[in-house]
């Protein structure tokens, strides 16, 4: 079974800088996607930023890009420009490429703090 | 258009009383996914539909615990009897099932609290 891991339960970083939170997974599958998840105080989650495995560039979406290293099964999330707003959790999350819809698996999550 | 809807947004109940959480996808998705989050085991995924038939219900922590999705527009998980161990957040997600991308839109979610 897939496993997803993110060591940081805590980061704070203050506002304008950049930060870099972590994820490390474990498959044996070749073909998968690697999802960010934002989730506020609201609780909806939203999706920040998505990785296929099969592409080698990394993924970028405005202030947020990712470093996704296949080899060591890392998929680390940029934010630049660090804003009050984006204080969350931050999950990510893991999903086969296999022809069936199959469910997400979450790391635990990442509690991120902006300092004004 | 609107998103994923799910009824009730909270829900308190005692234990032993039977907890129905309600679904309703997004138009057009033909994949419906049930997770639960806790501070003990984060986000679990529960079961998940597509085409309305349930594909993987291994996540299902008890016989307590039923899903169903008698048409594409709306689900149900229903717990019974409940239990404080059950209090978490639930959440539904659709997707539209046409390759592998798949991306999952998430419900508000419901918490459920058992006393």
């Known amino acids: 079974a897939q496993t997803v891991t993110q060591s940081q339960p805590e980061m704070s970083v203050q506002e304008a800088e950049t930060v870099t939170l972590s994820c490390t997974y474990d498959t044996s599958e070749s073909d998968y996607y690697l999802f960010w998840y934002k989730q506020p105080p609201s609780r909806q989650m939203i999706l920040v930023i998505r990785q296929e495995a099969y592409k080698q560039q990394n993924a970028t979406e405005n202030r947020f890009s990712v470093n996704f290293q296949k080899a060591a099964k890392s998929f680390s999330l940029k934010i630049s420009d660090s804003q009050l707003g984006d204080a969350a959790m931050y999950f990510c999350?893991?999903?086969?490429?296999?022809?069936?819809?199959?469910?997400?698996?979450f790391g635990k999550g990442t509690h991120l703090i902006i300092q004004p | 258009d609107a998103g994923v809807i799910q009824s009730p947004r909270h829900e308190v109940t005692e234990m032993g009383q039977e907890v129905t959480l309600r679904c309703k996808p997004i138009?057009?998705?033909?994949?419906l996914f049930w997770y639960r989050q806790t501070m003990m085991r984060g986000l679990e995924l529960l079961i998940y539909f597509n085409n309305n038939v349930p594909i993987d219900d291994s996540g299902m922590p008890e016989d307590r615990f039923s899903a169903k999705m008698p048409n594409a527009s709306f689900s149900t998980l229903k717990i019974q009897p409940s239990e404080p161990r059950d209090s978490a957040v639930y959440f539904c997600?659709?997707?539209?099932?046409?390759?592998?991308?798949?991306?999952?839109?998430f419900g508000p979610g419901t918490r459920l609290t058992v006393l």
């Open positions: 999350a893991y999903r086969t490429s296999g022809g069936g819809a199959d469910g997400l698996t």
């Open positions: 138009s057009g998705h033909n994949s």
């Open positions: 997600a659709s997707s539209l099932r046409t390759s592998g991308k798949n991306e999952q839109f």
